[in-house]
């Protein structure tokens, strides 16, 4: 095993779903992302889009080789085994995405799949714009079912309104949709599963509808999950007083803060989990122990190693300041 590797950019996976935009090129100046570009993997080592090192001593290794080689160095002690445990994407819906479910653990172990609990953290939102999340008091699976036969499923589902600069947890087992005019930055576990519900009746390229899953889902549905609710940011005390932080959620699975940078904010990774940064608005330097800097742009994603040491995250331009999200187990 050759020396731990700092901070890690990746060459992003993009996805050119029907109902993406363009929102991903013209937001981040991405100008290898396709005309139609729904999602992008910022940070992922499922095998349906695997991250790929960009720059560095390690450019062109892929993050499932590097959490093999390094273990618990890279992805912490807090994950299982050395599988990358999360995986991080943008998401831009130009149009409503379909109406899914994913397995939690439980349904996953019972009914097969992969288990998916996610999170959306609304970076920008139309006006007006809404997302489905839950289904209605009293809906059973009877009720679904014949909702289902008669294309009548939508009205079954509870309504959010998107609101940029708050976060909706979606446990796997809750039937949602993002909706037309949402941009956000998901983090989920590392699963590439989703049962189709329903597709508001549209056709896919081939002019033929997509294909549902409604017996998968009925499988792992949760009747009885809870309303699903925008999270109320929780202010916590940064290091520097100049800066702002805030946790955004926290749950079994991943825990997300968001930081206003006026100044550098040291950070200290002793091997319990990795930490993925997202430079939100401006772009970040990530500050090494040893002086090595590594610049991540505006709207890109860097993955610090769980045994990285201590250093500082600060803005690139000290006179703008910077603002991130960070994503640790």
């Not at 999360?86 to 819906?93: E, M, N, R």
């Not at 599963?193 to 597709?199: L, N, P, S």
């Not at 009747?223 to 109320?232: E, Y």
């Not at 200290?268 to 990795?274: E, I, N, P, T, Y």
């Amino acid at each position: 095993m050759g020396s731990l590797p700092g901070p890690l950019l990746f060459r992003p996976v993009y996805k050119d779903y029907l109902w993406g935009g363009d929102r991903i090129a013209k937001r981040f100046g991405r100008a290898d992302a396709p005309a139609l570009c729904g999602e992008s993997w910022e940070v992922s080592a499922h095998p349906d889009g695997m991250s790929v090192v960009e720059g560095g001593p390690f450019d062109g290794r892929d993050l499932a080789s590097l959490c093999e080689e390094f273990g618990a160095a890279l992805v912490g002690s807090f994950a299982e085994g050395t599988r990358f445990p999360l995986l991080v994407k943008l998401i831009d819906a130009k149009k409503r995405l379909s109406l899914q479910v994913h397995p939690d653990d439980e349904g996953a172990a019972r009914h097969g799949g992969e288990a998916k609990t996610e999170m959306w953290y609304f970076l920008e939102a139309a006006p007006g714009a809404t997302v489905c999340a839950g289904l209605k008091e009293g809906v059973g699976p009877r009720i679904f079912a014949d909702a289902v036969k008669e294309h009548g499923v939508a009205s079954l589902v509870r309504v959010v309104d998107a609101e940029p600069g708050k976060a909706l947890y979606i446990p796997g087992g809750l039937v949602h949709a993002i909706c037309e005019g949402c941009f956000v930055l998901e983090v989920q576990q590392s699963s590439n599963t989703t049962w189709r519900v329903y597709d508001w009746d549209r056709v896919g390229p081939d002019g033929r509808p997509r294909e549902l899953h409604v017996a998968r889902a009925m499988e792992v549905i949760d009747w009885k999950a809870p309303p699903a609710s925008l999270s109320v940011p929780y202010a916590m005390k940064a290091a520097d007083p100049r800066n702002k932080r805030e946790r955004v959620v926290r749950s079994d699975y991943f825990t997300m803060e968001r930081y206003e940078l006026a100044a550098p904010e040291p950070f200290a990774l002793d091997g319990r989990s990795f930490r993925v940064l997202f430079a939100a608005r401006g772009a970040l330097l990530v500050r090494e122990e040893g002086g090595r800097e590594t610049l991540v742009p505006e709207g890109r994603s860097c993955l610090l190693p769980a045994a990285l040491g201590e250093g500082a995250v600060a803005p690139a331009d000290a006179a703008a300041g910077a603002a991130f999200l960070s994503t640790e187990l």
